[in-house]
C-alpha cells in the first residue's frame, strides 16, 4: 500500500484501502478509504454512501449471529459502534445522537463522548445516554468506584435538580450495600 501510494497508483491504492474495510471495517479503514478517494478519481460521496450501507448490513449480519447463539438470544438491538465514532469524528452531532437511540447499543465510552460533545440545549439527551453508561459500568465497579462517582456527578450536572435528586435517591436505595458507594454520590 505505502508502495502504490508512493508511485502514484491511487486507484490500486483505493481498491486495497476498501478491501480492507470489508475485511475488517472501522472507524480508521472507513477514512483510510475517504481521504484518498478523490486521487483515485473516485466521488467521495458516492463511495461514504456505499460503505455505510455495508457498515448497517454488517452490524444486522453480527446482530443475527449473536441472536443465534443461546447467549444472546436476549440481545435486541444492532452494535452501532463504528458508525457513532465515524458520527463523533465528523462533528455530527445531531445525526449520532438520532442513531444512538434504544434498542441500540454502542460503545460505553463512545456514548459517553457524545453526551460530553452535546450542548446544553441537549442536556435532557446527555444526561440519558450517561444513565446507560452508568447502568453498563455500575455492576463491574469495584470500590472506591472513582469512575462511576465522577459519571454520577457528570450526569447531575445535566439534569434538572428535582429529577437528579430522584435519580440519586433511586441510586441510595438500589446500592446502599455498597459501603464505599453511598458517601461518594453528590448531594443533590
Known sequence: LRAYDRDGWDEEALDLRQRRFAHRPSLATFFEVLEPAPRAGADAAT???????ALIQNELDHLAKIQATPWGRGADGPDVSVRLAILLREGRLDDALALVGLPRRASDDLLEALAAALPSTHDSAAAGLLQRVFAWR???AKSPYTDVLRLIQTTVRRMPKDEAARWLAQLRAEHRAKRNFIPGLPTP
Not at 463511495?47 to 450501507?53: I, N
Open 47 to 53: 463511495l461514504r454512501a456505499a460503505m455505510w450501507q
Open 138 to 140: 455500575m455492576p463491574q
